[in-house]
């Protein structure tokens, strides 16, 4: 069971890394179009979006495996994990910035730790598991009556 349990954490993490690589990608394709129509902070917004719907439609349906079709709540969900991920990653960025005064270090480990908040927030929050049979989300509470 435990074996079963980790070989499927691997594929989440697999499948998570590869969709961020290519929402990144996506995002980075579309700034660089954008930028030929409208102003540099408009484009990077608009590429952001699109690389999000993107990440969030193939994460919910390929990595986490969710059939529930998406609702106000799971998609608000994903994007208070997405401000939770951008604020880890620039903190992180900042605060190791600030101690080594160098670049490539804190960029690389506030990407690991934004990594981290995304997919542990995806996982457990966002696209939470149902109980078999009930409907009821991991976690949550249903009043009867």
């Not at 349990?5 to 594929?11: F, G, V, Y």
């Not at 697999?14 to 929402?23: A, D, H």
């Not at 994007?79 to 951008?86: A, E, M, Q, R």
């Not at 009930?134 to 976690?139: H, I, L, M, R």
């Amino acid at each position: 069971m435990k074996r079963i349990l980790r070989k499927e954490s691997l594929r989440e993490i697999f499948l998570f890394v590869f969709i961020g690589g290519c929402s990144t990608a996506i995002d980075f394709i579309l700034y660089l179009v954008f930028l030929h129509a409208v102003n540099v902070v408009i484009a990077k917004g608009a590429s952001m979006i699109v690389a999000s719907v993107f990440s969030y439609i193939l994460n919910k349906t390929l990595t986490f495996k969710v059939r529930k079709k998406s609702d106000t709540g799971m998609v608000v969900r994903f994007y208070i994990v997405f401000v939770l991920n951008l604020l880890s990653n620039v903190s992180v960025n900042w605060l190791f910035y600030s101690l080594l005064q160098t670049k490539l270090v804190p960029f690389i480990l506030a990407t690991a730790a934004g990594m981290a908040v995304n997919f542990l927030g995806q996982k457990y929050f966002v696209f939470q598991k149902t109980h078999a049979g009930t409907g009821n989300v991991a976690g949550e509470i249903r009043s009867s009556g």
